[in-house]
């Protein structure tokens, strides 16, 4: 998860829901849950983008923060390869075929 989209889910669980869901929020990361992903300097220029291209729609820095880090294909596949490795020997398997997520 973008880390932009972490205060605006807290917020808005906070508001809508109650502390408690905030703090079931907080405790779901790490482990097998949520990871925090954090946004690179390259993102920056990506997430301004759509931004500037839907300006008369609400689109704002939340929503870039998650677009924009997929515009980065390569590094996008780099993390599926490693996640896939990752679940693979836990499952005890050599590999884990993630050709159908990394097409494209």
Not at 27 to 55: C, I, N, Q, T, W
Not at 66 to 82: K, N, T
Request: hydrophobic content about 40%; glycine content about 12%; proline content about 7%.
């Amino acid at each position: 998860m973008p880390s932009p989209v972490m205060g605006e889910a807290g917020c808005l669980l906070e508001s809508r829901v109650g502390p408690q869901a905030e703090v079931t929020f907080l405790k779901s990361f790490g482990g097998s849950g949520f990871h925090v992903a954090e946004l690179e300097d390259g993102d920056l220029p990506r997430m301004a983008e759509p931004v500037e291209r839907y300006v008369d729609l609400p689109l704002g820095l939340v929503d870039a923060a998650v677009i924009a880090p997929l515009s980065g294909a390569d590094r996008l596949r780099r993390h599926h390869s490693a996640a896939a490795a990752d679940v693979a020997g836990r499952r005890g398997q050599d590999r884990l075929d993630v050709r159908g997520y990394l097409a494209g």
